[in-house]
């Protein structure tokens, strides 16, 4: 039985998706639930499922194509054999060819003959500038499939001179630019160019965090199960100043101001295709184990393209690390249409004055860019040193260990 394969539903704002690898080619046989192919939108990436078990009959929209939500963009065959099955036939019935003195004529013409081209390894041939009889087929009845041409495109060239010579040239590579590229790009550029941005920077001595995250880490993970790390006590300490400094988790609707009295906080994350920043809902009724598990689970899921769109809509603040990358000290762009985002760098062991003496402490910057049209400059600074005033007295949060 013949099924279509349609671009499902991704959101009720999205009508239009780009398709990205086809993880199963043409020909190719699938369990039932195996991902087909990656479909993209400017927020998330999923994977389109195979309804039953089968094999891919044709692929009708290729990777980096358009198409609409509901869209046919390829076939597929429910039942069909599997390619193991599929090349192990032709062994079986060639002793029947061969003993058939009626055919014995027409035999050789058959198996001369050029095996079958995927319409996806034409167009590969093509581009490599191969010729059929330089491939060797693997799929199901002696179909050449993409694959085959690659395989054989990535062997070393000869003469070995040639080679050498090609090694040295300049080349550029041209690739389209995903959807959730694309919206990142629209995003930032939008926030240049409608916000007052302004960022303001502080420096926090982490001597006391990493005490006690030394002390306490074993009985935290023995009785959560995950490790305490630093996100959870700049969240805690975010909300804090946030609840000190309402204008920075407001934001600019039309010619009215939105206060919140809630706190849902973004983090940002590099994910498989670029950065995304899940929200942290009602982050101020979590525990620090409760922040550290999110993240974790979060930051496990955009690795692997997994995030929904409900994860990475709406949110107050945005928190972003730049630190885990070696940044020493940037200035990040606010996430509109929120008014503040409180950059995160590396920790490095610096001299600094304490008590009339000089000694090294482990030192990081902070920065909050803010929307000025919102968020005043006494405003900002209040945030930063409410911030620097937890982190650094840790103590004076609820740690549950």
Known sequence: MTLELKVPSVGESITEVQIGEWLVPEGQSAQKEQSLVVIETDKV??????????????????????????????????????????KSAPAKSAPVAAAAPAVKAAAPVKAAAEPRVMPAAARALHDAGLGVKEITPSGPGGRVLKEDVQHAAEKPAAPAPVTAQASGERHEEVVPMTPLRKRIAQRLVEAQNTAALLTTVNEIDMTAVLELRKEHQEAFVARHGVKLGFMSFFVKASIEALAATPQVNAEIRGESIVYRNYYDIGIAIGGGKGLVVPILRNAERLSFAGIESAISELGARAQNNKLTLEELSGGTFTISNGGVYGSLLSTPIVNPPQSGILGLHAIQERPVARAGQVVIRPMMYVALTYDHRLVDGREAVTFLKRIKECVENPARMLLEV
Do not use: D, M, N, Y
Request: charged content about 20%; proline content about 7%; glycine content about 12%.
């Open 45 to 86: 990436s999923l994977e389109l499922p195979a309804p039953e078990s089968g094999t891919v009959l044709r692929i009708l929209k290729h990777t980096g194509e358009k198409a609409f939500v509901g869209e046919v963009i390829g076939t597929f065959e429910a039942g069909a054999v599997a390619p193991a099955q599929a």
